[in-house]
């Protein structure tokens, strides 16, 4: 365990503009491939007459877990610089990929933007800045990719720059802490060392930039918020629910309460990597056991939180959100999944409050009759099962949510206000 302060991270981008490569950069540079793997490849490689070139370890082991489907693959690898240890939460390549932003980005501090200098802004760079911007990211470095196909001409670097530029402003993302580095992923320029293949700049590097990053504001002191992602019956000890702390901190003697499925007892025992604990906190994995309740007490979905400031269970919602895709209209009345930490329930846009303008966040229209591809708007949900949320303003942890409908994310958003049950 590292004792630096901690920072998530975010990798976004479009595709193919070097995500993947830049974490296996980055965990190549700063040391963090783990020995194993390393050592591993270097047999393999061995046996087959081709000695050095770790890098390439590093990106074949990536490649690997790619194609095997890992979901895991880049996410939730960690590296440290004299700072920070960082934690990469989200890297979005795989099929979920707006998904996990929502869920990863809703957790990330900071962003690392990269953006292919031989392509500029795509259409997955607007969606992701627009997305980090909706979703409270802090500061973004924008890492302009792939130096090395455009000949490291510094006039390619502006022009991409000022498209980047351009799109922060429209999306009114604070341009004045974004730094951008030209760099390339693939040969390692400005990476960890200044490159000679850049006299023309004189920033930071790519590890400077994220080793300046401001410090994490502590964890609020939000009461105890753990989603529950599954309950297992263990022989000796009884049912054992399962979850990740987002805030707060759970103890034996503890009271708590689940919702929205209502009941609620005493913690006897935490368990983390199957070590009884005395206390647990943010972003711990615990399994846990509470006196007198039983498998079919409580399900995936339901959150757990103090019984004296017990989880919100919300009849209505009134919510931020941003269409991704939609092939129509959505008009009130639809009713999509909604995905918010663990829970996956179907709600109902009640109303369509108001729709606003993503360059400004100002009101363009109010109770439009439909949104689209695009469009951000405040809405009214109802969810037809009952559903625990918190303000995003309050507990942003348990805030935000993804829209899923036919095998799509087609909206993200986050919670404004929970009126309760
Ligand atoms: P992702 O989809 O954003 O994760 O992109 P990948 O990391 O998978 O990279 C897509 C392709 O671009 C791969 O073939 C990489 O080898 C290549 N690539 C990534 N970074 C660089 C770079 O800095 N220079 C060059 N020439 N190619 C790169």
């Known amino acids: 365990m590292s004792d630096k302060l901690h920072q998530n991270l975010a ?8 995500k993947s490569t830049l974490v296996g950069r980055l965990l190549y540079e700063t040391g963090s491939v783990p020995e194993h793997v390393i050592e591993q490849h270097k047999e393999e490689a061995e046996e087959k007459g081709k000695g050095g070139f770790e890098f390439a370890y590093v990106m074949d082991n990536l490649a690997e877990e790619r194609e095997r489907g890992v979901t895991i693959d880049i ?26 932003m929502i869920t990863g980005a809703s957790q990330a501090d900071n962003a690392v933007l990269v953006v292919a200098a031989d392509d500029g802004v795509a259409p997955q760079t607007r969606e992701h ?18 130096m090395d196909l455009v000949d490291y001409e510094e006039g390619k670097y502006e022009e991409v720059k000022d498209e980047v530029t351009d799109l922060l402003n429209q999306v009114r ?33 790519l590890l400077e930039a994220l080793n300046d990053l401001p410090e994490v504001e502590p964890p609020t002191d939000a ?19 399962v979850g990740r702390i987002e805030t707060g901190t759970m103890e034996p003697g503890n009271n708590v309460s689940f919702q929205p499925s209502d009941v609620g007892g005493e913690v006897k025992t935490v368990e983390m990597h199957h070590e009884e604990v005395p206390s647990a906190g943010p972003g711990d994995n615990v399994g846990f056991n509470v006196r007198g309740i039983g498998k079919d007490d409580i399900r995936r979905g339901d959150v757990c939180g103090p019984a004296d400031d017990p989880p919100s269970v919300a009849e209505t919602f009134q919510a931020q959100l941003v269409v991704m895709q939609h092939p129509s209209v959505i008009t009130s009345g639809y009713t999509p999944v909604f995905h918010a930490h663990t829970a996956q329930v179907a709600c109902t846009i009640e109303s369509i409050d108001q729709k606003l ?6 009101v363009a229209e109010e109770n439009p009759d439909f949104i689209q ?21 309050e507990i942003p942890e348990l805030g935000s949510f993804a829209v899923r409908d036919m095998g799509q994310t ?3 958003g986050k919670v404004l206000e929970v009126n309760e049950r």
Do not use: M
């Open 11 to 18: 990798i976004i981008g479009h595709v193919d503009h070097g």
């Open 75 to 100: 996410a939730h690898q960690e590296f440290d610089t004299d700072e920070y240890n960082f934690t990469i939460v989200d890297c979005p390549g795989h099929r979920d990929f707006v998904k996990n």
């Open 129 to 146: 800045v627009f997305l980090a911007r909706t979703l409270g990211i802090n500061e973004l470095i924008i890492g302009v990719n792939k």
């Open 173 to 205: 993302f604070d341009t004045e802490n974004a730094s951008f580095i030209p760099i390339s992923a693939f040969e390692g320029d400005n990476i960890a060392e200044a490159s000679d293949n850049t006299g023309w700049y004189s920033g930071d590097t």
């Open 223 to 241: 009461p105890l918020r753990l989603p529950i992602q599954d309950v297992y019956t263990i022989s000796g000890i009884g049912t054992v629910p």
């Open 357 to 362: 303008d993503p360059s400004t966040g100002e």
């Open 373 to 393: 591809s695009g469009d951000a708007a405040i809405v009214t949900v109802r969810p037809q099962k009952p559903l625990s949320l918190e303000p995003s303003g």
């Open 410 to 412: 087609i909206a993200a």
